[in-house]
């Protein structure tokens, strides 16, 4: 299962955050946005307990205001590539953190 953690921080601490989130478990690429929330991360879990750890270690950075968690709904059965032309990769943006 995925889901988007979006993540709001105190001032000039994103990058800080960031760096410390992609070395949780099941953080598999995060990057500081524009907007509402000051980044957003793509994580991966087997279950919703495995979800709810990662949610509070993200939760307990240093400089982390509040989060918004987004499950991702896969598509139905038998409707085929949702993305076609892109990679696994792409579709996920991991191309940017090759060691994930």
């Not at 087997?46 to 950075?61: A, P, V």
């Not at 032309?85 to 994930?100: A, C, M, Q, V």
């Amino acid at each position: 299962m995925e889901a988007y953690i979006l993540i709001s921080t105190e001032a000039n601490a994103s990058w800080q955050i960031v760096e410390a989130s992609l070395k949780i478990e099941g953080v598999k690429t995060i990057r500081v946005v524009t907007g509402q929330f000051d980044a957003v991360a793509l994580v991966q879990f087997s279950d919703l307990d495995d979800l709810r750890k990662i949610i509070d270690r993200i939760q307990h950075k240093k400089g982390v205001l509040r989060t918004q968690s987004l499950i991702i709904i896969p598509p139905p059965a038998g409707t085929g590539d949702m993305m076609p032309g892109l990679s696994e990769e792409e579709k996920t943006g991991l191309e940017s953190y090759p060691d994930r």
